[in-house]
Nanobody
Framework: QLQASGGGLVQAGGSLRLSCAAS????????MGWFRQAPGKEREFVAA????????YYADFVKGRFTISRDNARNTVYLQMNSLKPEDTAVYYC????????????????WGQGTQVTVSS
């Protein structure tokens, strides 16, 4: 029900835009989030946006570099990533939850399959 795409290999300082297409129940009034998981590390919160896009949350390490947005007509959420750093290398996951947004991964009931982002130095 969530399909993430847009990952790839990019040099440090470059940009990528991730997309997450929602369908079924997740295409309705869900808060959406992006998380990432690097090898050997816990999955961590990156950004989240409310259904109306009135509220957004960002992890401190991406503030000013990443922007989350959504197009409800297309049931798609985006993560624009600029000024990428090697430490941003991870598998990025989109997730959906009902009833608002959260920075806690355990609050999200639906998950996409992940898309690999690799930033070379």
């Amino acid at each position: 029900q969530l399909q993430a795409s847009g990952g790839g290999l990019v040099q440090a300082g470059g940009s990528l835009r991730l997309s997450c297409a929602a369908s079924g129940r997740t295409g309705t009034t869900c808060g959406m989030g992006w998380f990432r998981q690097a090898p050997g590390k816990e999955r961590e919160f990156v950004a989240a946006v409310s259904w109306s896009a009135e509220r957004t949350y960002y992890a401190d390490f991406v503030k000013g570099r990443f922007t989350i947005s959504r197009d409800n007509a297309r049931n798609t959420v985006y993560l624009q990533m600029n000024s990428l750093k090697p430490e941003d290398t991870a598998v990025y996951y989109c997730a959906a939850k009902f009833g608002g947004i959260s920075t806690n991964r355990y609050d999200y009931a639906y998950w996409g399959q992940g898309t690999q982002v690799t930033v070379s130095s």
